[in-house]
């Protein structure tokens, strides 16, 4: 009979401690606080497509938009959450992030990841469809004034997308006052050289491999030629 009251003495005492546990959680919670689950949950997400994963066909069709943005993109984001968890990066914005470990070898894992989800997100903003064309004419004076025509203009970013050997990006960028054709390799980005980058164009064999194969000049091509999208360019160069 005792053991049977104090197992029922043990059971009161149990309830009552939950009972407090749940009382003060909520009191926290509606004082604006913040529960370790949500804490846990905080963290940079997938921005969404600015079209839908079809709009850029026959140029770049759906199936490989699919793979390379629900896999390879989210990839990046969830293998970021994990290296930042519990660290100092924990609750910076992403840019902080790549200028913070840039150039930092035993930080390369979490630079990859944070860089790649910046330069995917910028990639999708720097197409649309029914693209390239004529720039807008405040665009077009900027490609004159540093490559001579817009025709020389889109042949540099062709050439730094071309020769870029193995995986990186093609950009163009405003340096200074001055716009610049560039390339850079694997996840690098050129705000970490205080370039300011205005389109780009991603020539991982996954951005085009589906469509075309081993023919990288085609896909830059008809980037640039049907889906660049100048207005964004624009907006970046203000």
Known sequence: MKKTDSNNSSITLSRRSFIIASTATAAWLAMGGHSRTAEAAASHVLAPLPYAENALEPVIVAKTIGFHYGKHHK?????????????????????????????????????????????????WK?????????PPNALKLKMEASFG???????????????????????LVLDGEKLKAIKTSNADVPLTTGMKPLITVDVWEHAYYLDYQNRRADYVNAVLDKLINWEFALQNAG
């Open 149 to 171: 025509s817009v025709e020389a203009c889109k042949k540099e970013i062709f050439s730094a997308a071309v020769s870029q050997f193995g995986s990186g990006w093609a950009w």
């Open 75 to 123: 990839g990046y984001v969830d293998n970021l959450n994990k290296l930042i968890a519990g660290t100092e990066y924990a609750d910076l914005p992403l840019e902080k992030i790549i200028m913070r470990t840039a150039g930092q070898a035993e930080k390369t894992a979490i630079f990859n990841n944070a860089a790649q989800i910046w330069n995917h997100t910028f990639y």
């Open 126 to 134: 720097s197409m649309i469809p029914k693209g390239g064309g004529e």
